[in-house]
């Protein structure tokens, strides 16, 4: 069995050392939103409002990026939603943001809908650096009309992405922002099917490892 | 035939002696974050969960978010104001009752939420409504202390109240369509959520429910005004203060008049209008 030292680390999140938490920038100033989703699950109906405030849009840009049309992504919203009050006791920010966990929730969702429904078509792949101009998504690409805050995690996550190989940044891209499914990705890149998926998976540890690991700043 | 599908792919051992979670589970958990995963590789990751169980299941879930969030960056498409609705009304029947559209103080305009009714009870026969049937059964609030809506917590009267407070909701009085004379109470309707409350303040007698029953209905401007909406049935109890949610059977596009008329227990699919003892208008017919 080949070990991997690497997918050791990246694993072992679970009982890790609160010390080894993700470290907060230096020099990040701006003010962090308290989180809310444990006032939702405190049943506080107040909550609700302002959760939908702040990842309204960012739910239905995910939705609509990864859905087939607009009538699916409305569904996925309203399921998305209802999961996330269902889930909102489990949030912890010592793990991750509350974007990041919102966006988790509502990527689950997402990625369950479009695994149920394979059989259809999916969008036409875009290779990264070799993008149209319109966007990822041939079909009506969303329209930015609002600025949310992403948080500090994903700000690291984008310098860590930075640091990973070329290819799988890009084969990552194609998978988490286009939602391309591995086979398709192969198809486009021309790539084995294994080598996609060894790519996505090392790069996949990498990024969280790079997240996880204290102190240790990726470059800005 | 179709032949047997072929065997799983051979599982590695659990958890080696380091610690080293198999490659086998670290697939799995990259595909599901990823691009999901179908039945048997989902028992199959559960049972390697099982077996590791200091590997965190969620974590490449959490980098696959955040990474979404790097590559998409803060600038987002804002969600339609219709499905923030639903999705604020499904959040109320599940946190709470208290209204969830409430402005955050941000100036942003209440959302209308609308009314929740009882189940209806299924009719016994012909074309005899069931609805909400008040009054003995419960549904009409009669407390002490209602007025001028004596809504505390849920219910019909909270509603209204609650209703009171939204922008664009319309007030009207009860008259009485023979005479034109003002009766105690009023109508609540909400526009946008094309549902209200109505107040009567022993403005009407003490009905037998076995014998006949109040029925309302809206008018709606843009329908044949022979064809009003049934909007439930109810009784009046005998200190004749009954506040009812009004929810019509049918969407109401523009709703311009709300009528009671006395009918036989039930209700009816048409009414005749011969007994018709309150009227209340929404708009300038």
């Not at chain 1, 239905?60 to 569904?75: H, P």
């Not at chain 1, 939603?81 to 943001?97: E, H, M, P």
């Not at chain 1, 990552?172 to 790539?191: C, D, K, P, Y």
């Not at chain 2, 049934?230 to 929810?247: A, C, N, T, W, Y």
Request: net charge neutral; proline share 11%.
């Amino acid at each position: 069995m080949p070990r991997n030292p690497v997918a050791a680390d990246a694993c072992r999140w679970q009982h890790r050392d609160p010390s080894r938490r993700i470290a907060p920038l230096e020099g990040a100033h701006r003010r962090v939103p308290e989180p809310v989703l444990h006032r939702v699950a405190a049943g506080d109906p107040a909550a609700v409002q302002e959760v939908l405030d702040r990842y309204g849009g960012l739910v239905w840009s995910l939705a609509r990026r990864l859905c087939f049309n607009r009538a699916e992504a409305e569904d996925a919203v309203q399921e998305i939603f209802i999961d996330l009050w269902k889930s909102a006791g489990r949030f912890d920010a010592s793990v991750a943001s509350e974007p990041t966990f919102v966006a988790m929730i509502a990527r689950r969702r997402l990625v369950d809908r479009r695994r149920r429904a394979a059989r259809r078509p999916e969008p036409t792949p875009t290779i990264p650096g070799r993008e149209a101009s319109n966007g990822d998504r041939p079909d009506a690409p969303p329209t930015a009309a609002q600025r949310i805050e992403i948080g500090e995690e994903a700000e690291r996550a984008g310098r860590a992405l930075e640091e990973l190989k070329e290819e799988q940044r890009d084969l990552l891209r194609m998978s988490i922002f286009q939602g391309l499914s591995h086979q398709r990705i192969a198809e486009a890149t021309g790539l084995p099917l294994g080598t996609v998926k060894t790519h996505i998976r090392r790069g996949l540890i990498r990024l969280r490892e790079l997240l996880e690991v204290p102190g240790r700043e990726v470059k800005p | 035939m179709t032949p047997p599908s072929p065997p799983p792919p051979p599982v590695p051992s659990p958890n080696q002696p380091d610690g080293v979670p198999p490659e086998r589970l670290l697939d799995l958990l990259a595909d599901r974050a990823t691009q999901g995963l179908d039945e048997a590789e989902a028992r199959e990751l559960d049972r390697l969960l099982a077996e590791n169980p200091d590997v965190d299941p969620a974590s490449f879930d959490f980098a696959c978010a955040a990474a979404y969030l790097a590559m998409n960056g803060p600038e987002v498409e804002e969600m339609p104001a219709s499905l923030r609705e639903k999705v604020a009304r499904a959040a109320r029947q599940r946190i709470g009752a208290q209204p969830v559209g409430v402005a955050s103080g941000d100036g942003v305009a209440p959302e209308r939420v609308p009314l929740r009714l009882p189940a209806p009870v299924r009719p016994s026969r012909g074309p005899v409504y069931a609805g909400w049937v008040v009054g003995a059964a419960g549904l009409a609030l009669a407390a002490a202390g209602w007025w001028p809506w004596g809504g505390r917590g849920g219910g019909p009267a909270a509603e209204g109240e609650r209703m009171l407070a939204r922008a664009g909701v319309v007030r009207a009085t009860w008259t009485v369509p023979q005479t034109g004379e003002a009766a105690p109470g009023e109508v609540v309707w909400d526009p946008v959520a094309c549902c209200g409350v109505m107040r009567l303040d022993a403005c009407l007698p003490v009905n037998d429910p076995r014998v006949e029953q109040y029925q309302v209905w809206i008018f709606d401007a843009t329908r044949d005004e022979r064809y009003p909406i049934h909007g439930g049935v109810f009784d009046v109890p005998r200190d004749g203060k009954v506040v009812v949610p009004i929810e019509p059977r049918l969407p109401v596009r523009e709703a311009i008049r709300i009528a009671i008329t006395v009918e036989r227990p039930g209700g009816v699919w048409v009414s005749d209008r011969s007994r018709m003892p309150l009227v209340a208008k929404l708009k300038t017919e």
